[in-house]
Each structure stands twice: as structure tokens, then as C-alpha cells.
């Protein structure tokens, strides 16, 4: 078969590149002269004709398309270390509290990975890392092209690098991890815009374990306001069905209370507030209740704007919105309450005693 030649030209109209009527053209589903999906045709030599976007993606689009690809590197990184069998496990502050070679070696790659391509952002991960020299094959230079081909929404198209902030927790559900409880650990990565998370990555890079050997493992989810989340069906609980989602190793008094206010007809304990927001996304839980303090914002942004593209809200207990900025203190110190749907329904069901105590 002999090679195909590729001619690119300089942008043109739309209109004029889905006239051809060559088998091989793909164009714009929407049929929109103005989109800036990429086009193709063939001319009547055969020659394949690209025509360049009209403009190259926005900032935010360039960003999310790197933390997906690099989000998809940590996954295959926290296996590598699985399989590995040792975890190079330490205790940060307790049995309860912990840290892997996982985890430093993904906030490594993400941190440098996104530092190299972008490096006026403001970058904050979990754990507190020497300044080192990062191993090659821990960076990541790809774009996800299927995220560069969405369109910006127009809010967010003239964002600056030196506005962004990045909350990056490496691998949340540590303790999950350790204990073999493979479906509880995410990869998240959130960024924020004036305060408020914008758009997010949760990778689960054990995703499909539970089919056992020859399983293709690894699931990346992502999303931003005004656009929409990817990569998962969004289903919700059936109607009428109460399923609250809370912790399973950091329980206490007022978590437990909370919970039982809200009367469910069930409850999961599971570990990651990534998967816990996962849950609410695909319809196995409908409201994810912690009313006490200990979950980060580096837990919260990346899932929260995802929750948030869809639909859904997250607060603390009293139904106030976290803010993501870069000197804000790093603990969500209220409590977190995240719905996909009537979130004001549990929200009047928080115990006037748990608001006091989170006050």
C-alpha cells in the first residue's frame, strides 16, 4: 500500500473542508462552521488536506490534558509498586496515617510533570517531599488528545498559569492500598480558579482488579465546569433510596451521629473521599457524609469539580463552600457533605450538635 501523503494548509471554513465527499472526511459532529475541531479531507489526487485548528486550546484544556496524562502514569506507577511487594511503607502521624513508595513517587512525577509544561502554576501535594532531582522516567510530557479536542468553556478561556492552583493528593486511600482494598485508591488531581475548583482528574488504577489476571486495569474520570466529566456513566441511586457513603477508619461520635440523621435506608464504608465522590457519580451512594474533620483539600478539589460538572454539590456542614486558594489552611475542618442530587435535603438533616461541634 503506497504511504499517504499529508499536505497541512492554513485554517479554513468549515464549510468549505465538509463539502468534499471523500469516505475518509471527518469533520465536527455538530455540523458548526465555527468549531475548532480539527477537520479532514482528500483532494482529487488523493492527497490527504489537514486543516489546522483556527486557534490552539485554551490553557485550562493544555492542563487538563496533561494531568490526564500524567494522571494515567501514576496509576501504572502505584501497580509498579504493588507488584513490586514492597510498599515502602512509614507512618506520618499514625497507624492510621500513612505514607508508601507510591505516594512519593507519583506527587514526584505529577508535581515535575506539570512544573516542566506549566511552570508559573502553584502546585500543592499532600505529601512533604525534598526538593530532589526527578527521575526521567517519572515525567510525563503527553497531552491527552481527547481532552484537547473539547472546547473551553468561555469562562474560563483566558486563564493565566499564575491564577491556577493545583491540589494534588498521589494516591488517596493509603491505608486501603496497604491492606490489598485496590478499588478504594484514586490518583487525584483538582485545580482551582479564584477560590473554587474548576476541573479535576480521579484516576483508579486498580480499577477492574476484581476480574482477576488478564484484567485491563486503570480508569481515568475528569471534568470541568461548564463542560462536563468524562470517562464514567453518570447513574444516580434509585428514587427514593437514601445511601450514605462515610468513612471506614476514621470514624467517630459525631460522624456516626451525622450519619443515623440522615436516615438511611443503607450505609457504605469505604475508603478515599476520590471514591466516595466516585460512588455518587455512578449511582451507589447518594449523599457521602464525613462531619468531622481530617479530609484535605487536595482530598476534595479534584473530586468536588467533577461532582460539580455533573450536577452535584459539595459543602462543608453548615453548606459552606470550600475555598482552594493557595494560603488557605489545608484541613476542611467542618466536616464534608457531597451530593450528586437534593443536597439541601441533607444538609437540614445535620444535627445542630454536630454544627456546634464543626463551628
Known sequence: MPALAIQAVSPVNLLDVTSCSCSKLTACSKGNRSCHAPVASCDSEGILIVAAMSSSPALLMRLMASAYSVAEKSGAIARRVMQSGDLGIVEKT????LQTAADRLVQKSI???LSHSFPKLTIIGEEDLPVETVEEDLMETKQAEEVLLKPCPPEYSSLKEEELVVWVD???GT????????????????IAYGGKAIAGVINQPFFNYQLGSGAVLGRTMWGVLGLGAFGFQLQEV???QRIVTTTRSHSNKLVTDCVAAMEPHSVIKVGGAGNKIVQLVEGKASAYVFASPGCKKWDTCGPEAILQAVGGKLTDMHGNA???DANVKHMNSAGVLATLRNHEYYLSRVPQSVKQALS
Request: contains cysteine; proline residues 6%; glycine residues 12%.
Open 170 to 172: 498521589p494516591l488517596d
Open 238 to 240: 434509585p428514587d427514593g
Open 94 to 97: 499514625g497507624a492510621n496515617d
Open 322 to 324: 470550600y475555598c482552594y
Open 175 to 190: 491505608k486501603e492500598y496497604t491492606e490489598g482494598l485496590l478499588d478504594h485508591v484514586t490518583v487525584l488531581i483538582g
Open 111 to 113: 508535581c515535575a510533570s
